[in-house]
């Protein structure tokens, strides 16, 4: 294998040994690991109820109220795309369904999904749980502000839904709530809907960055001794990459979302130019609508990789323990996550190049999202050569695993398409788009958001989650929803716009009519399939098989706390002493097929270790 | 077992569906066929990368399911297999990538013979206006747009007089003339879409914008919005019909000008006064 490797080797132990000290008994050298540089310190422990599961500063606590909370949310979101698919695939059947109200699901559906399930759930569901817990902390290392963080995110998601309480209801301007219409009386929701979900999104931003300052300085900071950056897992990487891409793009948002108030509210005309309504012309004049989008998409494509970063370091880890085999190309790996997020924000005006910005902006951007492919390809190549000669243990986990790779490749070469600036002029604002962003960072994501929930939740709750349900969720969660998804792709072919309400008898689309019952009976199954999951769980909590230590037999550090469920604290007395990466698996000579990151070299002397 | 067989059927099912589909793009009746064949091109390098990496995990699946006896290989890295896999991506990623700029290119530059159409949106409705015989379009200002002036055309401007204006929804196109989609809209965004023509353009408030293709099939089309405009933006629709010079030439004959609509308005005050006075 490679020099490189040697390489390494040999700096790492030369820098052990430009540090004195260390340990005692056999192979002391070897086992030696940096002092600590500052002592342990014991946290605050809350005593009451309400300190110990409500306002709680305790990481793992807040991580399942993220979770549950961004799941309700999610459950809301998925009830909206259920009445628009009733709308889609059977119009008329449904009274209550007018124009209003469907453009109304449509934006709370988009905006609950992206945001308020998919970016809370990641980061502050699984980034919550797991950062401590891998890197070797005891929690993160602001508690308070991560309580606070939570209580906006819950604030913001009362916000948000109280929308639908207000006269006019929500706001139907769509997700991405361009202007003027998003203000303007001819869309729904233009007065209290259009306020209030600005306010709900300044409100998560901010709770949003507090949660995020706890991320990265614990993973920055709180890392135990010997949890070098590179031994650190994917999880921990993707997780830290993306909260550094919000912290970089919320802000945009949280702007572009003042400044929209103020349009609103104040009369100002940042994206406001002349216009004339119902024959009187507005007091406003000299905005850019144009202004506005620049600042959503530079949050809201950095956004699809707060979204994807996270998933992608998941599923490595996922792969690699349920496979046996350590994570093929972990530095390629780190570097992918890593440049894939620098990336990210020299590519948002792919999403605007028929939005009349300057055209001649298409060729650059289309050179850098192409430019972005390599790095994702390089990750697919390594989940897939991972697999390869690995032991694959085809349990639940695994396939979810599995599901990802195929939705993800699938999603992720029809972003080619709409990338390659002129192949999208045709399918842009088409279904093709729908298609391709729902199996990319919808279906692809929730893949992950299964696995992971398969995988940890052993750890959380002590027990297994029962299989064989687990397997019918699976299959009836993929098959449904590849077969919703992949012939979408074709009506946008055809060229069937989205955020239509109906199409009447356009002469092209009434083949189409077929396939949208088809993929509407289809959304009502993979929706219902999602409550097997609840089922499971709750079934589960009462008489789950018992999972105890450390159940996968993986090696990273959340596996590895003294009691399981782990406490708060997270550690008992002593902190733990990291040897090695996370993914020693099945190394030639071991006496069982992983070697915990606990595990000191002198204990393993005898196998062939190549990468620490 | 049957894993990797339904995960190679989801494959297959994919691959016969695209094969067999009767659901796929209308016939392309402008000149941005070459979009189409970009999109041919991207499907087979695309679409086999996707066979490819899902028949290779299927392989997988069959071949290193789980054993108890078996150990999986220990291999952190391979450098050079890295390398190749990157390097080919690359090369596939920039094949992919030439046609769609060169197509831009060509998207982004109008030819000289155009004729320009200007097209405004309000919601939500479309409307048409067409230079006279100077070719040249009048300047206009949304704050200029009435009843008598259903265009805000700026009345000191001389190229404005003369302009053909359709206050339709449906615009007829000469066959095989370049025309130049000079788009506005005096409220909220809109697009104005044809699916056989392929090309569109969002129209914005405050500035004009603008596409170019070349209708080369006689027929009616139905336009449609393609940005999301509000409440009624799914009834937004539109028409164009492409006619042959002659029998484009007489329906532009029948068409009123900015002057002649001006004259027409004058005639109808004039009666009123004079009823008045009576």
């Given at each position: 294998?490679?020099?490189?490797?040697?390489?390494?080797?040999?700096?790492?132990?030369?820098?052990?040994?430009?540090?004195?000290?260390?340990?005692?008994?056999?192979?002391?050298?070897?086992?030696?690991?940096?002092?600590a540089?500052v002592a342990d310190q014991d946290l605050y422990h809350g005593h009451s109820f309400i300190t110990k599961w409500i306002f709680c500063q305790d990481a793992k606590v807040i991580g399942v109220q993220y979770f549950l909370l961004a799941t309700?949310?999610?459950?809301?979101?998925?009830?909206?795309?259920?009445?628009?698919?009733?709308?889609?695939?059977?119009?008329?059947?449904?009274?209550?369904?007018?124009?209003?109200?469907?453009?109304?699901?449509?934006?709370?559906?988009?905006?609950?999904?992206?945001?308020?399930?998919?970016?809370a759930l990641f980061l502050g569901g699984f980034g919550n749980y797991l950062i401590p817990l891998m890197v070797g902390a005891r929690d993160m290392v602001f508690p308070y502000l991560n309580m606070v963080s939570f209580w906006s995110f819950f604030?913001?998601?009362?916000?948000?839904?109280?929308?639908?309480?207000?006269?006019?209801?929500?706001?139907?301007?769509?997700?991405?709530?361009?202007?003027?219409?998003?203000?303007?009386?001819?869309?729904?929701?233009?007065?209290?809907?259009?306020?209030?979900?600005?306010?709900?999104?300044?409100?998560?931003?901010?709770g949003?960055?507090m949660g995020g300052l706890n991320y990265l300085i614990t993973v920055l900071q709180a890392r135990t001794r010997?949890m070098?950056?590179?031994?650190m897992p994917?999880t921990v990487?993707?997780i830290f990459?993306?909260t550094?891409?919000?912290?970089?793009?919320?802000?945009?948002?949280?702007?572009?979302?003042?400044?929209?108030?103020?349009?609103?509210?104040?009369?100002?005309?940042?994206?406001?130019?002349?216009?004339?309504?119902?024959?009187?012309?507005?007091?406003?004049?000299?905005?850019?609508?144009?202004?506005?989008?620049?600042?959503?998409?530079?949050?809201?494509?950095?956004?699809?990789?707060?979204?994807?970063?996270?998933?992608?370091?998941?599923?490595?880890?996922?792969?690699?323990?349920?496979?046996?085999?350590?994570?093929?190309?972990?530095?390629?790996?780190?570097?992918?996550?890593?440049?894939?997020?620098?990336?990210?924000?020299?590519?948002?005006?792919?999403?605007?190049?028929?939005?009349?910005?300057?055209?001649?902006?298409?060729?650059?951007?289309?050179?850098?999202?192409?430019?972005?492919?390599?790095?994702?390809?390089?990750?697919?190549?390594?989940?897939?050569?991972?697999?390869?000669?690995?032991?694959?243990?085809?349990?639940?986990?695994?396939?979810?695993?599995?599901?990802?790779?195929?939705?993800?490749?699938?999603?992720?070469?029809?972003?080619?398409?709409?990338?390659?600036?002129?192949?999208?002029?045709?399918?842009?604002?088409?279904?093709?788009?729908?298609?391709?962003?729902?199996?990319?960072?919808?279906?692809?994501?929730?893949?992950?958001?299964?696995?992971a929930v398969?995988h940890w939740f052993p750890l959380v709750a002590g027990r297994?989650?029962?299989?064989?349900?687990?397997?019918?969720?699976?299959?009836?969660?993929?098959?449904?929803?590849?077969?919703?998804?992949?012939?979408?792709?074709?009506?946008?072919?055809?060229?069937?716009?989205?955020?239509?309400?109906?199409?009447?008898?356009?002469?092209?689309?009434?083949?189409?009519?077929?396939?949208?019952?088809?993929?509407?009976?289809?959304?009502?199954?993979?929706?219902?399939?999602?409550?097997?999951?609840?089922?499971?769980i709750?079934?589960t909590l009462?008489?789950g098989?018992p999972a105890g230590h450390n159940p996968?037999?993986a090696?990273s550090l959340e596996w590895l706390t003294p009691t399981v469920p782990p406490e708060h604290g997270n550690w008992g007395d002593r902190l733990p002493t990291v040897?090695?990466?996370?993914?020693?698996?099945?190394?030639?000579?071991?006496?069982?097929?992983?070697?915990t990151q606990t595990?000191?070299?002198?204990?393993?002397?005898?196998?062939?270790?190549?990468?620490? | 077992?049957?894993?990797?067989?339904?995960?190679?059927?989801?494959?297959?099912?994919?691959?016969?569906?695209?094969?067999?589909?009767?659901?796929?793009?209308?016939?392309?009746?402008?000149?941005?066929?070459?979009?189409?064949?970009?999109?041919?091109?991207?499907?087979?390098?695309?679409?086999?990368?996707?066979?490819?990496?899902?028949?290779?995990?299927?392989?997988?699946?069959?071949?290193?399911?789980?054993?108890?006896?078996?150990?999986?290989?220990?291999?952190?890295?391979?450098?050079?297999?890295?390398?190749?896999?990157?390097?080919?991506?690359?090369?596939?990623?920039?094949?992919?990538?030439?046609?769609?700029?060169?197509?831009?290119?060509?998207?982004?530059?109008?030819?000289?013979?155009?004729?320009?159409?200007?097209?405004?949106?309000?919601?939500?409705?479309?409307?048409?206006?067409?230079?006279?015989?100077?070719?040249?379009?009048?300047?206009?200002?949304?704050?200029?747009?009435?009843?008598?002036?259903?265009?805000?055309?700026?009345?000191?401007?001389?190229?404005?007089?003369?302009?053909?204006?359709?206050?339709?929804?449906?615009?007829?196109?000469?066959?095989?003339?370049?025309?130049?989609?000079?788009?506005?809209?005096?409220?909220?965004?809109?697009?104005?879409?044809?699916?056989?023509?392929?090309?569109?353009?969002?129209?914005?408030?405050?500035?004009?914008?603008?596409?170019?293709?070349?209708?080369?099939?006689?027929?009616?089309?139905?336009?449609?919005?393609?940005?999301?405009?509000?409440?009624?933006?799914?009834?937004?629709?539109?028409?164009?019909?492409?006619?042959?010079?002659?029998?484009?030439?007489?329906?532009?004959?029948?068409?009123?000008?900015?002057?002649?609509?001006?004259?027409?308005?004058?005639?109808?005050?004039?009666?009123?006064?004079?009823?008045?006075?009576?």
């Open positions: 294998m490679s020099e490189d490797f040697n390489d390494n080797k040999t700096i790492q132990a030369q820098s052990s040994e430009a540090i004195s000290g260390g340990g005692s008994g056999i192979g002391a050298d070897a086992d030696y690991v940096r002092p540089e309700f949310t999610g459950i809301i979101g998925l009830i909206l795309s259920w009445l628009m698919r009733l709308q889609l695939g059977f119009p008329g059947l449904a009274p209550f369904m007018t124009a209003e109200h469907y453009y109304q699901f449509v934006t709370m559906h988009g905006m609950i999904m992206v945001v308020y399930f998919l970016t604030v913001a998601v009362g916000v948000l839904l109280a929308s639908f309480f207000v006269p006019g209801g929500p706001t139907g301007s769509g997700w991405t709530l361009y202007p003027p219409q998003a203000i303007l009386e001819g869309t729904p929701g233009s007065g209290w809907g259009i306020m209030l979900m600005c306010i709900s999104l300044i409100l998560f931003v901010a949003f960055t010997g070098t950056l590179m031994r994917l990487w993707g990459t993306a550094v891409l919000a912290m970089l793009a919320f802000p945009a948002l949280l702007v572009g979302a003042l400044m929209m108030s103020l349009d609103n509210v104040l009369g100002t005309s940042f994206f406001m130019p002349t216009i004339l309504k119902a024959g009187e012309v507005l007091e406003y004049g000299g905005g850019s609508p144009i202004l506005f989008q620049h600042l959503f998409w530079f949050f809201g494509h950095p956004e699809v990789y707060i979204v994807a970063l996270p998933a992608f370091g998941i599923i490595s880890d996922l792969i690699s323990v349920h496979a046996r085999k350590n994570i093929f190309g972990y530095r390629m790996m780190v570097w992918a996550i890593v440049g894939i997020g620098a990336l990210s924000f020299f590519v948002w005006a792919h999403h605007m190049y028929v939005s009349g910005m300057n055209p001649w902006f298409g060729f650059f951007f289309a050179t850098t999202t192409l430019i972005i492919a390599v790095p994702t390809a390089m990750k697919v190549y390594n989940w897939i050569l991972t697999l390869w000669r690995g032991n694959i243990r085809l349990n639940t986990v695994m396939l979810w695993c599995l599901g990802f790779i195929v939705t993800f490749v699938n999603g992720g070469i029809t972003g080619i398409f709409l990338g390659n600036v002129s192949v999208d002029v045709p399918l842009s604002d088409t279904y093709f788009v729908i298609a391709h962003f729902h199996m990319v960072m919808g279906i692809a994501p929730l893949m992950v958001i299964m696995g398969y297994f989650l029962d299989e064989k349900l687990g397997k019918w969720h699976f299959w009836l969660t993929f098959l449904g929803a590849y077969s919703i998804y992949f012939p979408m792709h074709y009506l946008g072919f055809i060229g069937v716009p989205r955020r239509y309400f109906e199409m009447y008898d356009s002469p092209y689309v009434t083949s189409a009519v077929g396939m949208n019952e088809f993929i509407s009976i289809a959304a009502f199954i993979v929706g219902a399939a999602q409550f097997i999951l609840i089922y499971n709750i079934k009462k008489t098989k996968w037999q090696c040897h090695r990466w996370a993914y020693d698996y099945s190394v030639p000579g071991a006496k069982e097929d992983f070697i595990t000191p070299p002198s204990e393993v002397a005898h196998t062939k270790v190549e990468k620490t | 077992m049957h894993v990797g067989i339904i995960f190679f059927l989801v494959i297959l099912g994919s691959v016969l569906f695209h094969i067999f589909t009767p659901w796929y793009w209308t016939d392309v009746a402008s000149n941005w066929g070459g979009m189409d064949d970009t999109i041919t091109l991207t499907f087979w390098i695309g679409g086999g990368v996707f066979i490819a990496v899902c028949l290779f995990m299927v392989y997988c699946v069959f071949k290193f399911s789980y054993k108890k006896e078996r150990k999986a290989e220990y291999k952190p890295e391979d450098k050079k297999l890295e390398k190749i896999l990157t390097w080919a991506t690359t090369i596939g990623v920039a094949a992919l990538l030439a046609p769609g700029l060169i197509i831009w290119n060509q998207y982004v530059n109008v030819p000289k013979n155009a004729i320009e159409i200007d097209v405004m949106a309000w919601q939500w409705g479309w409307q048409y206006r067409l230079p006279g015989e100077d070719g040249k379009l009048g300047t206009t200002k949304v704050v200029n747009i009435n009843d008598d002036n259903p265009f805000g055309i700026n009345l000191d401007d001389p190229f404005g007089n003369d302009d053909v204006m359709i206050q339709s929804d449906i615009i007829n196109l000469e066959n095989n003339r370049p025309v130049k989609i000079l788009l506005r809209s005096v409220d909220v965004l809109h697009n104005w879409y044809v699916p056989q023509f392929r090309a569109k353009m969002d129209a914005v408030p405050g500035i004009v914008t603008y596409y170019w293709f070349e209708p080369n099939k006689t027929g009616e089309f139905e336009v449609l919005c393609a940005e999301y405009c509000g409440v009624g933006h799914y009834a937004m629709r539109g028409g164009v019909e492409v006619q042959d010079k002659q029998d484009y030439d007489n329906w532009l004959q029948q068409q009123e000008t900015f002057s002649d609509l001006i004259a027409k308005q004058k005639i109808l005050e004039d009666e009123k006064t004079k009823l008045a006075k009576k």
